[in-house]
């Protein structure tokens, strides 16, 4: 009953905010969550799954962004950028991250480049969390001739962003082969070489998060795809492998997580394809729960229907 209200608010056009249960934003099929929590609101950016059901490939066009003040009451902000925004880009808006810095929003995305074969990364910016984001570089940050470990078009994928305390910024990203380099402090240049991680049966989706001092590297291994994680004592490892927090999917063979934290609790976005009408290429962005051991792993998580449990933050500036 929640879900079709929610569906039929966000049929209704951007803005309407109600209330859901996992999977989330029916109609629409979103896929690849990236978190970013500010103003006491969490903004989650999410791809949009445009193929039909009879479709064999992704079709993705553009990025989309909901919020929240509580994790139940999600608001539809609308679409902050599109892949063709990316003038040097062919299209295709696979996987993006997002993340804040000296006031200012940063978009990194993938997306398939017009003239170097393959796919390639971007980053936009924006003076607001919901856009309009605008090319910050006129040109791709990442392209698939800058990497060499393997042979594939779409090596190049799934940017995650990180600052450090220290400020910092490190860029993750691969398909097969997982890769890193640090950012300059414009967020808009490589700040040295472009470093393969080896992560066995790593797939895609490589995410980096920090805790009390604990620095935490999860991916997708393994096709259909689980997600994993290691853990090490700084943004570079050395990593400790920490095995398996969530099963592979039934319906579609990606998962795609984001770790965050959100008014004192600890959640995970992903996405699977129970919306009805889901499956490979019509994916539905989920969350959970969950809560650290007390040694700082992260415990299995189960996929639940319910999801998260309110969480008013009273910091909600909007
Ligand atoms: O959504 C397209 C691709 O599928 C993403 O870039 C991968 O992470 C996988 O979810």
Known sequence: MLKNLFAAALLCGAGVVQAATNPLFAPLYTADPAVLVDGGRVYLF???????PEGKDYVM???????????????????????????????????????????????????????????????????????????????????????TQT????????????????????????????????????????????????????????????????????YSQHFPEETAYMTGPSPTGPWTPRGVVMAKNLKTKTIHQAFFEFNGRSYVAYHNAELPGGGEFRRSVAMEEFSYRADGTIPFIRQTKAGPRANPSAACKR
Not at 65 to 84: H, L, Q, Y
Not at 127 to 139: H, W
Not at 157 to 179: E, H, S
Request: aromatic share 14%; proline share 4%.
């Open 46 to 52: 999410t791809g949009r799954d445009e193929a039909l």
């Open 61 to 147: 066009h553009d990025w989309h962004v909901f919020s929240s003040c509580d994790m139940v009451n999600w608001k539809d902000e609308g679409v902050p950028i599109k892949a063709r925004d990316f003038a040097w880009a062919k299209g295709r808006a696979w996987a993006s991250d997002i993340v804040k810095r000296d006031g200012k929003y940063w978009f990194y995305s993938t997306v398939e480049h017009a003239t170097v074969p393959g796919f390639a990364i971007g980053v936009a910016v924006s003076d607001s969390p919901t856009g309009p984001f605008v090319d910050a570089r006129g040109s791709a940050l990442v392209t698939n001739d800058m990497t």
């Open 151 to 218: 042979d594939i078009a779409w090596d190049d994928i799934d940017p995650a962003i990180f600052i450090d305390d220290d400020g910092q910024a490190y860029l993750y990203w691969g398909n097969t082969v997982m890769k890193y380099a640090k950012l300059k402090a414009n967020m808009t240049e490589l700040d040295g070489p472009i470093t393969a991680v080896p992560v066995k049966d790593f797939v895609e989706a490589s995410y980096l998060h920090k805790r009390k001092g604990v620095y935490y590297l999860s």
